[in-house]
């Protein structure tokens, strides 16, 4: 065969494939130009995804790739807004907390400089006395909460024996039992259970759980001490306004406890030093009765 006579098949060809090309390279730069336009014009509040109008591998990638980014981020935006609502609901629901004793004890405040009655008085006073107990009570969890959230925040761990730290939390609290005519029923192993822990750390997770028990208990506490786990389990007298998934969450309480004194900041703080502790946490409802068990490492 004559290749003088092959060569305008051969130039057509190479004419055709360098236009096919062409046209591929300019689709593929509109196509480059119309994704980028749409990430830089695209409202970040949108579910808009983009779309592929080149349908090759490579590019079907990228849009797969684009449009997962654009659901994280979307994800991530979503998680974002609501946590600033349960914030507000939280700042909102816990400046009701602190401005309601605050409002009784400047009521009885009054009442005892209006009051000649030097026993009514101390009693007026008495009164006043507890109601700023409780707000310190507040701004005290407010501030802890605070101080855990930091991410500067460490606690140095050394051997500690965790029943020791146990019963002076306990005993700091004897006071709160003996107003609600309470005794905790305790049950501690006969060896000691030594972890790594920091003792001050981990007598406000004790007390934290402690209070809470007295706060929403329906009768005292049983506190069990068994291998390397402790748990304090008590009633509850509306388990179905407890959600245990929920029970660590800032400012969570239940739906009939909003009418109490409490913060719902101390579970959360409990998960924060439990964390920093490397300390296992979990709740458990079981009818009427509700446990949150700790496990502490070797």
């Known amino acids: 065969m004559d290749l003088t006579a092959c060569l305008p098949l051969v130039v057509l060809a190479l004419a055709i494939a360098v236009v096919v090309l062409a046209v591929q390279l300019i689709r593929s730069e509109r196509e480059l130009r119309s994704i980028a336009r749409f990430l830089a014009e695209r409202d970040t509040a949108s579910n808009t995804r983009v ?67 030097p026993e009514a008085r101390a009693r007026y006073l008495d009164v006043v006395a507890r109601r700023l107990d409780d707000v310190e009570g507040l701004l005290d969890q407010l501030y802890a909460y605070a101080q855990v959230q930091d991410p500067d925040y460490r606690v140095e761990r050394e051997p500690v024996e965790v029943n020791e730290v146990l019963a002076e939390a306990l005993a700091s609290l004897y006071a709160q039992f003996k107003q609600r005519s309470w005794q905790p029923v305790i049950q501690l192993e006969d060896k000691p259970l030594v972890a790594p822990s920091n003792a001050d750390a981990l007598g406000r997770v004790f007390r934290n759980l402690a209070v809470n028990a007295l706060r929403y208990g329906s009768e005292a506490p049983r506190i069990v001490q068994r291998g390397r786990e402790v748990s304090f389990s008590n009633r509850v007298a509306d388990p179905d306004s407890i959600d245990a998934d929920r029970l660590f969450e800032r400012f969570y309480q239940g739906s009939t406890a909003r009418s109490s004194e409490g913060s719902g900041l101390g579970l959360a703080i409990v998960a924060e030093l439990a964390k920093a502790l490397s300390l296992g946490l979990a709740a458990h409802l079981e009818a009427d009765e509700l446990t949150i068990t700790l496990t502490f490492p070797e």
């Open 51 to 117: 779309t592929i109008g080149v349908h090759t591998r490579g590019f079907v990638r990228l849009g797969q790739a684009v449009n997962r980014l654009i659901d994280r981020h979307q994800g991530e935006r979503i998680a974002a807004e609501e946590g600033k609502r349960d914030l507000r609901r939280g700042l909102t629901y816990l400046s009701h907390d602190i401005r309601t004793p605050l409002a009784g004890a400047q009521g009885y405040a009054q009442l005892a400089s209006e009051e000649h009655d």
